[in-house]
């Protein structure tokens, strides 16, 4: 069974910088990719980024492109994404996401994991 | 920018009566559409893909229909674990539209 666990949450200064982790298990890590997605309180979600199974090909949303940066450790089946500059508006749960491999493209999101929370506030 | 919008904000409605939910864009996604729903407290689980397929584990009595820019989920027959909000959710740049409360009186 799939199992998605996110964590490194907490309350943040602006400006300052953390890394999320997620970890997997019940799955082939290296043969997927995965997404981070964060849901601001009583907002609906936004995608945030999206990274290949080898690690090569990554995309982002516009509102964080050139803040955070997503990368993986396939030998540790983990997922990271790298949030610089902090900012309040970036007050969120996070989580990660796994390509649903199924689909015409296989890469919609299924499952999730439950989330940790981020929150920038001085 | 491909853009969602969803309707309405809210349903209410009884078990055992049909919801249907809209999801627009804002020019044509050909098929490539997704519908998640979020129970309070939880993440998102994905229940239609690529407009019309259900995922795994999803009951017969939601499905999914539509193309290019305007797309319908549909509950059936609705039971009281259906109350949550939908979203739906573009591929391209994976963009989520605003959502649909249902409620279940």
């Known amino acids: 069974q799939v199992h998605l666990v996110e964590s490194g949450g907490g309350v943040f200064q602006p400006g300052r910088s953390l890394t999320l982790s997620c970890a997997a298990s019940g799955f082939d890590f290296s043969a997927y990719g995965m997404h981070w997605v964060r849901q601001a309180p009583g907002k609906g979600p936004e995608w945030v980024a999206v990274i290949s199974f080898h690690g090569i090909n990554k995309y982002y949303a516009d509102s964080v492109k050139g803040r955070f940066t997503i990368s993986r450790d396939n030998s540790k089946s983990t997922l990271y994404l790298q949030m610089n500059t902090l900012r309040p508006e970036d007050t969120a749960v996070y989580y990660c996401?796994?390509?649903?491999?199924?689909?015409?493209?296989?890469?919609?999101?299924?499952?999730w994991g439950q989330g940790t929370l981020v929150t920038v506030s001085s | 920018e491909i853009v969602l919008a969803q309707s309405p904000a809210t349903l209410s409605l009884s078990p055992g009566e049909r919801a249907t939910l809209s999801c627009r864009a804002s020019?044509?996604?050909?098929?490539?559409l997704a519908w998640y729903r979020q129970k309070a407290g939880q993440a998102p689980r994905l229940l239609i893909y690529d407009t019309s397929n259900r995922a795994p584990g999803i009951p017969a009595r939601f499905s999914g229909s539509g193309s290019a820019t305007d797309f319908t989920l549909t509950i059936s027959s609705l039971e009281p674990e259906d109350s949550a909000v939908y979203y739906c959710?573009?591929?391209?740049?994976?963009?989520f539209g605003p959502g649909t409360k249902v409620e279940i009186k």
């Open positions: 996401a796994k390509y649903s491999d199924y689909g015409e493209h296989g890469d919609w999101l299924d499952p």
């Open positions: 020019q044509s996604v050909s098929r490539h």
């Open positions: 959710q573009l591929r391209s740049g994976f963009a």
